[in-house]
Nanobody, 113 residues
Framework: QVQLVESGGGLVQAGGSLRLSCAASGRTLSDYAVGWFRQAPGKEREFVAAITWSGGNTYYADSVKGRFTISRDNAKNTVYLQMNSLKPEDTAVYYC??????WGQGTQVTVSS
């Protein structure tokens, strides 16, 4: 099973940018499609973005389309989420997921107004 570690979260003002990383160990990440999800306080975990194993196809939630970009570097065993034009409603813990049920521990993103 692949182990995942997210990083890159933090506090940023509205309109700012952050880049999240999801680093894998234990197995090569290129074996998996990878998704980013987020969970805000008191809300259900929701889908943010996903990328196929080759990087050839990407998918986004409507709420982040045009602002967030998912990418991967299989040589570095890492998937990224570039987040631009951040809004206070993007505040959440962000998780990456590989395959059916391998989750990271999450990284906090806080966007101040």
């Amino acid at each position: 099973q692949v182990q995942l570690v997210e990083s890159g979260g933090g506090l940023v003002q509205a309109g700012g940018s952050l880049r999240l990383s999801c680093a894998a160990s234990g197995r090569t990440l290129s074996d998996y499609a990878v998704g980013w999800f987020r969970q805000a306080p008191g809300k259900e975990r929701e889908f943010v973005a996903a990328i196929t194993w080759s990087g050839g196809n990407t998918y986004y939630a409507d709420s982040v389309k045009g602002r967030f970009t998912i990418s991967r570097d299989n040589a570095k065993n890492t998937v990224y989420l570039q987040m631009n034009s951040l809004k206070p409603e993007d505040t959440a813990v962000y998780y990456c997921k590989a395959g059916a049920n391998s989750w990271g521990q999450g990284t906090q993103v806080t966007v101040s107004s």
